[in-house]
Structure formats: C-alpha cells, structure tokens
Nanobody
Framework: QVQVVESGGGSVQPGGSLRLTCRASGSIFSINATGWYRQAPGKERELVASITSAETTYYADSVKGRFTISRDPDKSTVYLQMNSLKPEDTAVYLC??????????????WGQGNQVTVSS
C-alpha cells in the first residue's frame, strides 16, 4: 500500500545542476526519515543525504556544500538539489523512506532508482 516514486534524473555537463524528487504515497501514518542513496558500477551503495521528521539533515562529505535536501510541509515529498555536479557524482540515485510502526519498529520503502550522468 506504500509506494515511493522518484523523478528528475538525467544527463548534465560538469558544473551543471539537477533536482531529484521523491514522493511517498499510500498508507502513511508517520515518516521517520527520508534518504537519498547512490550506487555506481563496482562500488558500494552509499548514503548521500537524509532528512528526519524534525528536519535535521545529514550529508556525505563528498557532497557537502553542493547538494541540499529538503521536503514539503506534508513530509511526503522530498527533494535533492544537486549543484556543481562532478563526473564522480555519476550513479543510480535511489530514494528510501523509513516509516514508523508506532513503537513496533520501522520499515523501509525504496524508489525504483534514477540514473544521473555527469560528463562532457
């Protein structure tokens, strides 16, 4: 009953910008946090940025100062603004939404993934 949909991937030149959007829908009672991950061929999946229900944020060292994560007041839509993109940012980007189970724990839901390619 919960679905995570991503959009905004594409190809850009170095120094360009892209904005990724992640929207969760369905039986959502409470969202603990939303995170953006990326995975390049032959490399481990890594957390790029995350935001909690209290709007505290985290950024990987490699993207600090260039990427910004934010969300709408309804908490179901989260954005990743990516500026000053570099070739090493090339990867499949995936959105993860962690839902609270109201004291019983939490459950993760993943988007389908979107390719971001940075090249000249």
């Amino acid at each position: 009953q919960v679905q995570v949909v991503e959009s905004g991937g594409g190809s850009v030149q170095p120094g360009g910008s892209l904005r990724l959007t992640c929207r969760a829908s369905g039986s959502i009672f409470s969202i603990n946090a939303t995170g953006w991950y990326r995975q390049a061929p032959g490399k481990e999946r890594e957390l790029v940025a995350s935001i909690t229900s209290a709007e505290t944020t985290y950024y990987a060292d490699s993207v600090k100062g260039r990427f910004t994560i934010s969300r709408d007041p309804d908490k179901s839509t989260v954005y990743l603004q990516m500026n000053s993109l570099k070739p090493e940012d090339t990867a499949v980007y995936l959105c993860n939404v962690e839902l609270s189970l109201m004291g019983w724990g939490a459950m993760d839901y993943w988007g389908q993934g979107n390719q971001v390619t940075v090249s000249s």
